[in-house]
């Protein structure tokens, strides 16, 4: 087996574990909820040249905090989903985040 490849979903490197494959994926404004094998991703669109993700392996997210400080005020950006093959892209205006 090559470095870095691995057999199969659960295989871990180190402390690291891979988050699998998306089962399913739901959009609700500007947030992307994504369900994958060993992981629930929220991401959000804060702006166009803004995303938070934030990652879970237990399905749940803790309370949400942000000690960030934004020097614009964070309106609800639209952005499409496309499926590309395998991958899911997101864009905005500024940035595409493609996994």
Excluded: W
């Excluded at 490849?5 to 574990?17: A, P, R, S, V």
């Excluded at 669109?45 to 949400?64: S, V, Y």
């Excluded at 989903?81 to 395998?86: F, S, T």
């Amino acid at each position: 087996m090559e470095e870095g490849k691995c057999e199969n979903m659960y295989h871990t490197y180190g402390l690291f574990q891979f988050i699998g494959d998306v089962t399913s994926y739901t959009q609700k404004r500007n947030v992307i909820d994504i369900h994958c094998t060993n992981a629930r991703v929220e991401i959000t669109i804060l702006t166009d040249d803004l995303f938070r993700i934030r990652m879970t392996n237990d399905g749940a997210f803790q309370e949400d905090r942000s000690y960030s400080i934004l020097p614009v005020q964070i309106s609800a950006t639209v952005f499409p989903i496309v499926e590309q093959g395998d991958n899911i892209k997101l864009s905005t205006r500024e940035l595409a985040l493609v996994g």
